[in-house]
C-alpha cells in the first residue's frame, strides 16, 4: 500500500475511534439522563440516519432507493442488532461507569468469534480461544463489582450493548455483497421509530430540554460520522490491526471522564480498572495472533 494512501488510512480510523471516545462524554453532560434515555435515543437515532442517508445520497445518487431494497435479510437482522447495541449501550452507561460500560463493549471481537463459530461454522485459533477465557475472566471481575453496587443491570446492558454490535458484524459477514452503510441508516430509522413507539405507549413525549436534544444530536453525529470515515480507512488493515486502533475509544472514553477539564472527573473503581486491563490484554493477545497468521499467510504466498 502506497504511503500516503496508508497514512489517511490509519488517520481516518483513529480519528473515527476518537469521535466515538466522545460519546460516553456526551451523554454525561445530559440534564437528568435517567428520565430521557429515549428521547434521547430517538433523537440519536434521527441524526445517525439523517447523516448516513444525506451520504449515501452523495454517493450512489440513483441508486440509492434500489440498494435500500437490497439489504435482505441478514441486513435487517444487523439492523436490529446495532439498535439493541445502541438501547443498550445508553442504558448501561447511565446505571454504571463509564469505564465498566466501555471495556464491556470492548469484549465484542471475542462475542462476534463466538457467534462465528455457532453460526458461520468457523474454527478459531487456540490464541483466540485463550483471549476469550482471558476477556471472560476480565468481564466476571466488572460484572461481580456491579453485583456488589447494586449496579449489575449496568454491566448486564453494557454487555447486551456488544452482543448487539457483534451480532451486526456477523450480519456484514453473512451476505458480503449487502450495500454498505444502508443497514446502519435503517437501525438509526428503526431506533427511532422503536423509541418513539415506546414513549407513545408510556404517554410521554420526544421533547426533553433543548441541551439533551443538542447532545443526542452531537452523539448522533459522532456515531454517523464516525462510521464513514471508519469504513473508509477498514479496508487498508487486518482484523488485528483494527481491533488495535479502535481501542483508542475505550481509553479515551474512560480518560474524557477522567479529566477534571471536562467537569466530570468520574473515577473508575479498582476493580473496574483490572477487569478492564484484563479485556485490553485480551485484545492484544489477539491481535497479535491474527498478525503473526496473516504475516504467515503472505510469507507462503510469497514462497510460492
Known sequence: MPTKEYSKALCAVLFAGTLWSFGALTVRYMIHPHDYRWQYLFFRGLTVAGILCIY??????????QN??????????????????FIFFIWSITLTTVANTLFLFACTPFIAAF??????????RPTTWAAMTMALLGISVMVIEGFELGSVLGAVTGFGSACGFAAFSISL???????????????GMLCAVLTFCILYLQGNSVLMPIRNILLSMIHGS??????????????????????LLTL??????????????????EVPSIQTVIGGCIVCAAILLNSLGDKRQYLSSRLRLFKT
Open 222 to 243: 459522532l456515531v454517523g460520522v464516525g462510521l464513514i470515515l471508519f469504513s473508509f480507512g477498514a479496508k487498508h488493515f487486518t482484523a488485528a490491526e483494527l481491533n
Open 115 to 124: 457467534m462465528g463459530i455457532i453460526i458461520l461454522k468457523e474454527r478459531l
Open 173 to 187: 459477514r453473512l451476505r458480503k455483497e449487502a450495500p454498505q452503510f444502508a443497514n446502519i441508516a435503517l437501525a
Open 248 to 265: 483508542i475509544e475505550v481509553v479515551g472514553g474512560v480518560v474524557w471522564v477522567y479529566l477534571p477539564i471536562f467537569g466530570i472527573h
Open 68 to 85: 435500500f431494497k437490497r439489504i435482505g435479510l441478514s441486513g435487517c437482522i444487523g439492523a436490529i442488532g446495532l439498535v439493541c447495541a
Open 56 to 65: 449515501l445520497l452523495r454517493r450512489e445518487r440513483s441508486q440509492f432507493i
